[in-house]
């Protein structure tokens, strides 16, 4: 058997608990064993195609014999009244993503919102990756900017003697190979995200060391002095730093690319926590970032409720509310989203709430709570919600009938 | 490795097919005939018939006759299909002690899987014979339509008459199997199923690697050719009644005459255009004279009683397409299958629908027990490249607070599937949950089918809404619904598979599968002891014939005297075994029978 190359068989190698699961006796070829074990290690994290092994471009044909080949290995049927042990849920499962895949690909519709949910997901994560490597991009900063103060000091003009040929390049801030890939990266989803190009969000040449001329020292006061101008450089090459983020976040946004300046003037900001201005810059960005990413978040979550991905649909309305603080609808969705994935009911009882106080005229959002009241077991608090509601809609049947609902429990 | 038969339990009659090497055969029954009628009945003299021996006698003993038990079988006594059949019907129908459904034979009552049970076990036999050993395995056939506890009482039939039934599979899926058996087409089929007595469509995709997989499947379990009889019946009955004035509903001898003759006429009017009904002395008028019915029916007034029923499976057709998201001009293949769909009529309205010439690909009547057998032995054997994903015809799911039905699982999903829903106690240290698994497609629970109802038990004590329960409810290849809850806080684990319920107690199905058992040894042995009696008073006529010549030949002589006095003594000794029905004694004096006739034989050959 060539199971190696099946479609949709990852080339993974197993984990140690899948090596111990290949031990056990059952009457399905070793091979075969391995393979259903990747694919079910995969289903985490693949998408329908990749899990079908077809291209993106595959015409319907093409991704339903992908999946009878796989359907005709998988099915338990295939292995009728013979002993599967723990295989038996795992094809169980694989078979039933598989099945899920090939509904979704062979539908034209549900094919293209899987297509958008998907570009989505990667735009969010896009946007993820990103912010988070701001953190690390103020660290990075804040290093050069102490070892350009620090190389500074112990690199005056008496330093000329020692001149180390390679010390003084080497101090310079060379990004290792990682971060080379990380930038690449970083640069690629950038201009995704942005349709275009992109220039680098980091500073691309070296920062310029500040000159300085050192006096004579006398002990103590010397030190003093020594340690002043030591952080005397440290700030002014803090500032230059910040300076060359600043000027890169308004590049960025000049070109409307508000993740990648919401990141540097986070990196900029963080460098001069002082400087209101940039402060003030940095939130404003930070919030139109926010909003973006709340974008692809409403996306997603619009199709996960469609789709029945109550605990996923529930995580993206939360993510949606983060960068929207003033979207009712999204907290009632949300609040909803989390009642029925069975999730936290006091964080659906904040959303909901919060939705009321945005909107309190807005029936529906009362009976929204009222279910996350009754999810909770909450049935006189559910009843007080709906009355008010009622109040407000005499006329609402669904209000009418849960509050019959209400009065049996 | 074990043979395994495929059955189609129909309503109206019953086949039974099995592979043998590689190719799908259907077995006759020892009249020859491909089909065995699904009727039942108990002579006067307490013998069980069935088939067409059934058939036969059903006019003269219409009260202990039963046809179209299908109709019956996992319903609920207070349904309104069995109320219909309680009113028309010539059998009586009862109540049973679970509010299931029981049929009085001879003042015995039976349940319905009991009665199904009896025609599984003559073509069971059918099998056993063609085959020349004993058969254990079974695929049956049931409509795409029927729902959990439908299907589970036509199990329950199946073990009742000693069958194990490895799988239950759809009408349609297996004519559809049948057809693209061995075929390796890539195509997307319609299967039109109009049966006895129920009407099912389903659609499939046929893939290239052995791959059958249903897409969509619905269907009508009340609406079948018994429908398209019971207008012809009312349309006889309303004319007799203004010509004579008398209801012929009141005698049941009278109504099974004319069930008869609708069947007939229905089944010939799709050859003929024009037909008679005919029965004399149907009944005798209030002056105690003969009335005779004599009237002729043709296929436009048929066509026209049986009209909104026709429409009614179109429409099934056209929403059946819609909810699998297709188009007419995606199916490639329409399949008749059924013996309704003889009727040109029908014929012509599937063409119409959809826009295609029905394929004549498979046998209407064969095509299911055939698709049967082939499940079978992909099932039962590795080399078979043969898979069916099949999918729920019923939603699944559960009754929520107020008398909601919250679907968990939809209609059309393929299976094996599963489903997670978590759950919350609603009162202050609540340690159970109750749980109502339900089938159907109406938002009210009352109106979907009760599937089981199970209490989870052992929760942690706690407030109110923070104890939560993961449920999941899976519906395995063989449609068996399992669900499975875990306390996510503690991970304790609980499973119970939710058992669709036929009507019947375990208890009661084992004492029903002892009834068959002891009815089958009976049976053996009565068959034994008439092929015993047939060869011995065979034997005895020919002695006899030879008698009056071997007395003239060898009564001089004392030798002779002694051999005519002892072979009159074997002759008594045979038909008092006969009298007494003793196998043993019979088969024992057939030997010595056979010798005297030899003996006999040879004495007049000698002389002459």
């Not at chain 2, 009407?199 to 018994?226: M, Y």
């Not at chain 2, 209609?411 to 609603?426: E, G, L, Y």
Request: a negative charge.
């Amino acid at each position: 058997m060539q199971l190696s190359t099946q479609p949709g068989a990852p080339g993974d190698a197993l984990t140690p608990e899948d090596e111990a699961l290949l031990a056990e006796e059952v009457d399905i070829e070793v091979d075969l064993r391995r393979w259903i074990l990747q694919l079910y290690r995969a289903l985490d994290r693949t998408d329908h195609y990749r899990l079908l092994g077809v291209e993106r471009a595959a015409d319907k044909k093409a991704i339903k014999r992908a999946y009878f080949e796989l359907a005709a290995k998988l099915h338990p049927d295939k292995y009728f009244r013979k002993k599967l042990g723990s295989f038996k849920p795992r094809m169980e499962a694989v078979f039933g993503r598989i099945t899920l895949a090939q509904d979704t690909l062979t539908n034209a519709d549900k094919r293209a919102e899987y297509d958008a949910y998907v570009e989505e997901q990667r735009r969010s994560r896009g946007i993820e990756e990103l912010l988070a490597d701001a953190m690390a991009e103020v660290k990075r900063a804040e290093e050069i900017a102490e070892r350009e103060a620090r190389a500074a000091e112990s690199n005056p003009s008496q330093s000329a003697m020692k001149a180390p040929a390679a010390s003084g390049p080497a101090e310079a801030p060379k990004p290792s190979a990682v971060e080379v890939s990380a930038a690449a990266r970083r640069d690629a989803l950038a201009r995704r995200l942005l349709g275009g190009n992109r220039s680098p969000s980091r500073p691309s040449q070296p920062p310029v060391r500040p000159t300085s001329n050192p006096s004579t020292p006398s002990t103590a006061d010397a030190m003093d002095a020594l340690r002043r101008r030591y952080e005397d450089r440290k700030s002014h090459a803090r500032a230059a730093q910040a300076r060359k983020y600043l000027a890169s976040g308004e590049e960025a946004l000049a070109k409307g690319d508000a993740v990648s300046a919401a990141n540097a003037f986070r990196v900029a900001a963080s460098l001069l926590p002082q400087d209101e201005q940039i402060q003030k810059r940095a939130s404003e960005t930070q919030g139109r970032a926010d909003e973006i990413l709340a974008d692809t978040y409403l996306k997603q979550a619009v199709y996960e409720e469609k789709m029945g991905q109550w605990p996923e649909a529930s995580r993206s309305w939360q993510r949606v509310c983060k960068g929207r603080p003033k979207d009712a609808r999204a907290r009632d969705r949300g609040a909803n989203a989390i009642v029925k994935a069975g999730g936290d009911l006091h964080e659906a009882a904040r959303l909901a709430q919060e939705a009321i106080a945005i909107a309190p005229d807005n029936t529906a959002f009362r009976v929204t709570l009222a279910n996350v009241y009754l999810a909770a077991g909450l049935a006189l608090s559910a009843r007080r919600e709906l009355e008010t509601a009622a109040q407000r809609a005499p006329h609402d049947d669904t209000i009418q009938a849960m509050l019959k609902r209400v009065a049996k429990a | 490795m074990e043979k395994v038969i495929g059955i189609d339990l129909g309503t109206t009659n019953s086949c039974v097919a099995i592979v043998e090497n590689g190719v799908p055969t259907v077995i006759p029954n020892r009249g020859g005939y491909k089909t065995t009628p699904s009727m039942v009945a108990v002579t006067e003299a307490g013998k069980r018939l069935v088939g067409h021996i059934a058939k036969r006698q059903a006019i003269t003993n219409a009260e202990n006759t039963v046809y179209a038990a299908k109709r019956l079988i996992g319903r609920k006594w207070n349904s309104p299909q069995v109320k219909n059949a309680v009113a028309t019907s010539s059998y009586r129908i009862v109540q049973g002690p679970h509010a299931d459904v029981r049929i009085v034979l001879r003042d015995k009552e039976y349940s319905v899987s009991e009665i199904s049970a009896m025609v599984l076990q003559e073509m069971k036999l059918i099998a056993e014979d063609y085959l020349g050993e004993s058969v254990s395995k079974a695929v049956v056939t049931v409509p795409a339509y029927f729902n959990d506890n439908q299907r589970q009482a036509t199990k329950d039939a199946g073990e009742i008459a000693g069958l194990d039934v490895i799988r239950i599979i759809n009408e349609p899926t297996a004519a559809a199997l049948s057809y693209g058996y061995g075929k390796n087409a890539e195509k997307t089929i319609a299967v039109y199923d109009f049966g006895g007595g129920t009407f099912d469509i389903s659609i499939l995709e046929i893939g290239s690697s052995g791959v059958f997989k249903v897409v969509a499947t619905a269907g009508d379990t009340f609406l079948g050719g018994e429908d398209v009889d019971a207008r012809i019946i009312d349309w006889l009955v309303h004319g007799f009644k203004e010509e004579h004035g008398i209801d012929l509903r009141q005698d049941r001898m009278a109504l099974q005459r004319l069930k008869d003759a609708a069947e007939k006429a229905k089944c010939e009017l799709s050859s003929v255009r024009e037909t008679e009904v005919n029965l004399p002395f149907i009944i005798s008028s209030g002056r105690n004279e003969a009335l005779h019915l004599q009237r002729s029916i043709d296929r436009k007034t048929l066509e026209e009683l049986s009209s909104d029923l026709i429409e009614r499976t179109v429409d099934i057709c056209r929403q059946t397409l819609e909810d699998a998201h297709l188009e007419k001009g995606d199916i490639e293949e329409v399949l008749l299958v059924g013996g309704m769909t003889r009727m040109p009529k029908i014929q012509q309205a599937v063409h119409d629908f959809f826009e295609k010439e029905p394929s004549k690909g498979v046998h209407p009547d064969e095509s299911v027990a055939l698709g049967a057998s082939i499940q079978g032995a992909a099932l039962i054997d590795d080399k078979q490249e043969m898979v069916l994903l099949d999918v729920t015809p019923h939603a699944l799911g559960i009754m929520t607070q107020g008398g909601y039905f919250e679907e968990l699982i939809p209609q059309n999903t393929t299976v094996p599937t599963h489903r997670t829903k978590i759950f919350t106690t609603s009162r202050d240290n609540q340690t159970a949950v109750k749980i109502v698994v339900m089938q159907g497609e109406s938002e009210r629970a009352e109106e979907n089918e009760l599937l089981g109802e199970f209490i989870l038990t052992g929760l942690r004590r706690a407030a109110k809404g923070t104890v939560e329960i993961e449920v999941t409810f899976e519906i395995n290849a063989d449609g068996i619904v399992s669900v499975h809850a875990k306390d996510l806080e503690t991970g304790k684990e609980q499973s119970i598979e939710v058992t669709a319920s036929s009507g019947l107690t375990r208890e009661e199905i084992k004492n029903m599968m002892e009834g068959a058992k002891d009815y089958m040894v009976e049976r053996r042995s009565t068959e034994e002891f008439e092929a015993a009696k047939q060869e011995a008073e065979r034997i005895v006529g020919e002695i006899e014939r030879l008698f009056p010549q071997v007395e003239q030949i060898v009564a001089a002589s004392d030798f002779g005297r002694d051999a005519i006095e002892k072979a009159r003594a074997i002759v008594s000794k045979a038909r008092t075994a006969i009298g007494k029905r003793d196998v043993a004694a019979v088969k024992a004096e057939i030997e010595g029978l056979s010798r005297t006739h030899r003996m006999f034989k040879g004495v007049v050959a000698k002389t002459h």
